[in-house]
């Protein structure tokens, strides 16, 4: 996981200038709006691989119930209808305990993404 500056360095390497349209008018960034835009993409990376690391390790977060409830990310909680299915299956097995495969799977997306 690259720090914010270590982002910038590759960013600057990549692009070494930048180009706007402006009036239909391609123009080079002055100075300034090179140095924003650079910034502006390196914390928008930085803030990508926190979020990816998060995901993949899992641990404490602000974002805990996010990372809990969002369908895209992997190890979330099973969606509402997968979730009445288990439960459903817990109950014919009469598995409403710490065994059935509803508590278990909430139980890792809980340990998982832990709160603060």
């Known amino acids: 996981m690259a720090t914010k500056a270590e982002h910038i360095v590759t960013l600057k390497e990549a692009h070494p200038t930048l180009y706007g349209v402006k009036d239909g008018v391609r ?3 002055s100075n300034s709006e090179y140095e924003a835009t650079i910034d502006q993409w390196a914390t928008s990376e930085a803030a990508t691989d926190v979020r990816e690391k998060i995901e993949e390790d899992g641990g404490e977060s602000a974002n805990y119930a996010m990372f809990r409830t969002d369908p895209t990310i992997a190890d979330s909680y099973p969606s509402i209808s997968d ?5 459903f299956h817990d109950i014919d097995d009469g598995k409403l305990d710490k065994t059935g495969s509803w508590y278990l799977a909430i139980k890792a997306t809980k340990d998982k993404y832990t709160k603060p």
């Open 27 to 29: 123009y080079e960034y």
């Open 83 to 87: 979730q009445l299915d288990k439960l």
